[in-house]
């Protein structure tokens, strides 16, 4: 529907696997563009297409990033949308994790733009089985999009939809998102001050400002791949970088996640985790 075999889709640098998974099995081809703590490096997305990159897609998820945590400024994504008009190409934002700031109030929602698309899901806020979702696009795009998911699924289940209707309304839920909020930070804190704590000089990381990853390197390892198995040996896990890259060696990164921990258990996770890098540091 919009992109065809062949097609080029820009990407941060690391990029959230599912998207590269779902990108690849359209056919497209990745081009991966490094990405900061205020999100994608624009200047270098500049001096590709001068070099004549033609993409048909920049997807991006703006908020609290996965895995990085990054979160794209609004005068870089203002410079995206200017980008986009004057080459052509389509920007879609993927913005699942937009509520869950720990610092501070809810990011600015994004102004609408007739090269942009703009996805929303209730898994995060609400519960992780309550699979709804929307998008917010132009037009020309919608329109085939509502036919491509009719002839796929004919139809999100109206229950679900009635669900987060009225849960999303309800007198309730910004208590429920200010508690919501309040954990994000509490987990956080609790992951990043137990790896400050424990691996010390060891580990590399910027404290992100919600959402619910950590994007770490860790210096003095052989690859977050072969240490995922001794980490797994003592009960622990994590995503090697390897899964985010595009081109470049992400071997030394790794993504932690404290979504479904508490702190007590984020603070035991961090200590199997410093064990399994010693482990290794000493072969």
């Known amino acids: 529907m919009v992109l065809d075999p062949g097609d080029t ?52 998820v703006p908020h609290f990033h996965n895995p990085s945590g990054s979160t794209l400024s609004s005068s870089r994504l203002e410079r995206l949308f200017a980008l986009a ?21 809810t990011p600015v929602e994004p102004d609408a733009h007739p090269m942009a698309v703009h996805l929303r899901s209730t898994s995060k806020i609400l519960a992780p089985g309550l699979r709804v979702g929307w998008l917010i696009g132009p037009r020309w795009l919608t329109i085939a999009i509502e036919r491509a998911k009719q002839s796929a699924d004919l139809h999100t289940s109206t229950a679900s939809q009635a669900i987060a209707r009225r849960a999303l309304a309800a007198d309730w839920f910004p208590t429920h998102l200010a508690t919501l909020r309040s954990a994000t930070r509490t987990k956080r804190d609790a992951l990043c001050d137990a790896l400050d704590a424990t691996l010390g000089e060891r580990i ?10 950590v994007w770490a390197t860790l210096s003095g390892v052989e690859s977050t791949d072969v240490l995922l198995t001794r980490a797994l040996d003592r009960g622990v896990a994590f ?16 993504r932690l996640s404290w979504a479904t921990a508490n702190t007590d258990e984020l603070i035991d996770a961090v200590s199997r985790l410093a064990r399994s890098v010693e482990i290794g540091s000493k072969r």
């Open 239 to 254: 995503v090697p970088g390897s899964a985010f890259a595009v081109t470049h060696d992400l071997s030394s990164c790794l």
């Open 85 to 105: 008009s004057h080459h052509g190409f389509l920007v879609v934002l993927d913005d699942p994790y937009r509520e869950l700031t720990a610092d501070g109030e």
């Open 9 to 60: 889709v820009v990407v941060a640098e690391p990029e959230y696997l599912g998207a590269m998974q779902a990108f690849h099995n359209a056919g497209a081809e990745l081009t991966g563009i490094p990405i900061d703590h205020g999100g994608i490096d624009l200047d270098q997305l500049e001096n590709a297409l001068a070099a004549g990159l033609r993409p048909k897609m920049v997807y991006l």
């Open 204 to 213: 590399s990381f910027t404290r992100p400002g919600g959402g619910m990853f």
